[in-house]
């Protein structure tokens, strides 16, 4: 080795994390940061029992998922999308003889929507999260959803 080059190690220590590291467009932390905010504001201010959650990737084509939903509670459904979403919505859908009849959505032009469900039966539920604008370009990011119901 050359007495005026710096040892192997240091270098990797100094170039590894350049490749390692999530940029502003593909971390998750902003979303899980304000995860832990809606948990801590649920739980702590409003009692509610957090049920489900899940951070992901949205594209144009939104996701859905199904869960069921009980009798007897009334669940809220929060989303949220990191700044590349200015419009996000949700609607919930129930399964009716096969077929999945809307029975709640969110119309508000904003990026934090919040339905409440209050299922006359217990059954299977869709809920889905769709992007109506992404800002400038931009045909993906990241969202948190939860969903929670009162304490008993």
């Known amino acids: ?72 509670w009334t669940y809220g459904v929060t989303a949220y999308g990191d700044w590349r979403i200015r419009d996000l919505d949700i609607n919930v859908y129930k399964d009716v003889d096969g077929e999945w009849i809307k029975i709640v959505g969110d119309e508000a032009s904003d990026n934090h929507p919040t339905v409440t469900v209050k299922p006359t039966n217990t059954g299977t539920y869709l809920i889905e999260l769709k992007v109506y604008e992404f800002d400038g370009d931009y045909s993906a990011a990241h969202y948190g959803m939860l969903i929670y119901h009162e304490l008993r």
Do not use: W
């Open 1 to 72: 080795m050359h007495k005026n080059m710096p040892p192997i190690g240091l270098v990797l220590m100094l170039i590894i994390p350049a490749f390692v590291c999530a940029d502003e467009y593909t971390t998750m932390k902003d979303v899980i940061i304000e995860m832990a905010g809606y948990v801590a504001y649920l739980e702590d201010s409003l009692d509610q029992e957090i049920v489900h959650m899940q951070a992901d990737i949205i594209t144009e084509d939104g996701t859905t998922f199904t869960r069921t939903l009980h009798e007897g």
